[in-house]
């Protein structure tokens, strides 16, 4: 049965928004606040950067929010719009108000928060779970993607090997911030993070998501994608498995485009993010001109 996302009680909501407002400090752009009514609930939408640009959605990782994005977003929002999102179902300002029963649902949510905020086409990023979901607009909402950037996307073209989901399951298991910086020290190498979001990221798990995970597509619906699309891995990644969804790519998919960086890993964009923030912004500009001209 869907469920809907929530925190496990208002105490815990509240210690989780004091270190949301917390982390407002990281913004590093001046920005505009808004929440979009959706069938799903409401969603928080940070706004900033300006230009001719069309604008382009981020969508986070895994018990993240969309101030997460703070330390490459300047880069990002050169001559454009910037829209980081704390996804539906997921802790952060979004509430959700009704369960989201499947993957097409991400479609209809992302469209009603595009339309919320009176934009035809965008370009949208997501990183870890957020390309996931970055995937599922371009499926479910083709017609108003430009183009899909997804950093370090486990799961969507290949599964995350069972060693993987058993060591996750057993770093889960022990919720003590030694436990915690553990597991993200072997997931996220040279990525550190600072007081303020390891505080952010600890009051976050009293969130009980609903949302579900990343299942590799099938072969029809990689053929079927149709926004253009950029993927971008560590070649040391412990989730993912970059030379083999490269490969498959390749057979169903052979316009994306694949760059895998080496010596980094699943942490990348907090290891070389002015290599990482290029390379989407370039990419992103290749694909303005049809967007903005409706090809």
Known sequence: ?????????????????????????????????????????????????SGDGVPLVLLHGFGGNGLYWHDIVAGLARGRVVLALDTIGTAGRSVQTAPLAGDADYGVWFTEVLDGLGLDRVHVLGESQGAWHATLTALHAADRVASASLIEPNGVFTKIPLRVLAKLIRFGANQTDAGWRKMTDWLTPGAGLTDVEWACLKAAQAYRPAGGWARPLKDAELESMAPPVLVIYGAESVIAEPVAARQRLAAHLPSAEVEIYPGVGHGLRGQIPDQVTTRISDFVARHDEAALTGG
Do not use: C
């Open 1 to 49: 049965m869907a469920r809907i996302g929530k925190f496990k009680n208002d105490a815990a909501r509240d210690a989780y928004l004091r270190t949301y407002d917390a982390m407002e400090g990281l913004w590093p752009l001046p920005s505009t606040q808004v929440d979009v009514p959706t069938r799903f609930g409401p969603t928080h939408v940070r706004r900033s950067g």
